[in-house]
């Protein structure tokens, strides 16, 4: 016996339905999966450091590595949140170019990062990063004297911690608006907006934030929109500068052009 037309239709979009519904669960539960790469390497790889570091624990839910360089007392600290994927070691490269300028500098891994335990999640990483800037406090550095660097989803976690305290400034690396937004550019076809477990909704925190900010971002990065970058930039109502690259992908090139950006940032700030 033949389906009528209708039926045939109808049951044609009853199915349609269970494998979007389907498809939709599978992606809400391994979401996290898809967000965060703790293994991966994405990120340049140049070489042994070039300064002394101590290694430190930051104690938080878990213990969390981190590595500190302490190069003058009277010296402005950046507190480095970075992206991701990938371990501490993948960013020596910039390290090695921080260490250089007048800077000391705290980085460390997240739950979940450079075998550190946990897992991550968006309230798992804000609670880590609130936990490092206390590691500074206790050793006698000021949040006046801090500078946050958020380093693409490191940027959501530094606008978070900046939402919420006084530092000296922040630096931000290409930088997203959303995690919703950016999850529905790569999951048109997903109600993202419904399922998305950590929403990152930097735009909203921005003129929450109260001292000077600048803002890197490649004109030609292809994870992360330039647009969102500069709509960054543009909201912000406070002191702000700007590195923006015609030829930098989301990896920026960390040339003489960007790191004279931050030196002229850091200087403003003294």
Request: charged content about 25%; proline content about 3%.
């Amino acid at each position: 016996m033949k389906l009528k037309p209708k039926m045939l239709f109808a049951k044609i979009l009853f199915y349609i339905f269970i494998i979007y519904f389907g498809v939709s669960l599978i992606v809400y539960f391994y979401q996290r999966k898809l967000l965060y790469h703790p293994g991966e390497n994405n990120y340049l790889d140049e070489g042994p450091l070039s300064h002394k570091i101590e290694k430190v624990t930051i104690q938080s839910d878990n213990d969390l590595v981190g590595w500190y360089y302490k190069k003058n007392n009277n010296s402005k600290t950046l507190l480095f949140f970075h992206g991701n994927a990938g371990k501490l070691d993948n960013r020596i490269y910039k390290l090695n170019e921080f260490a250089d300028l007048d800077l000391n500098y705290l980085i460390f891994a997240y739950r979940g990062f450079s075998g550190n335990k946990g897992k991550p999640t968006e309230i798992g990483l804000y609670k880590d990063a609130i936990k490092a800037k206390e590691w500074l406090n206790q050793n006698n550095i000021e949040d006046k004297d801090i500078v946050l660097y958020g380093e693409s989803l490191g940027t959501a976690v530094a606008i978070e911690t900046a939402s919420n305290n006084l530092f000296a400034g922040i630096i931000l690396e290409s930088p997203f608006t959303s995690m919703e937004i950016l999850a529905q550019k790569y999951y048109p076809y997903l109600p993202a907006k419904i399922i998305l477990k950590d929403k990152y909704k930097s735009i909203e925190k921005i003129n929450k934030i109260k001292f000077p900010m600048h803002v890197m971002h490649g004109k030609k990065d292809n994870i992360v929109p330039f647009y969102m970058g500069e709509e960054i930039f543009n909201k912000y109502d406070g002191v702000k500068s700007n590195y923006f690259n015609d030829n930098d992908d989301h990896m920026m090139e960390f040339n003489k052009g960007l790191i004279q950006s931050i030196d002229n940032f850091i200087k403003s700030l003294n």
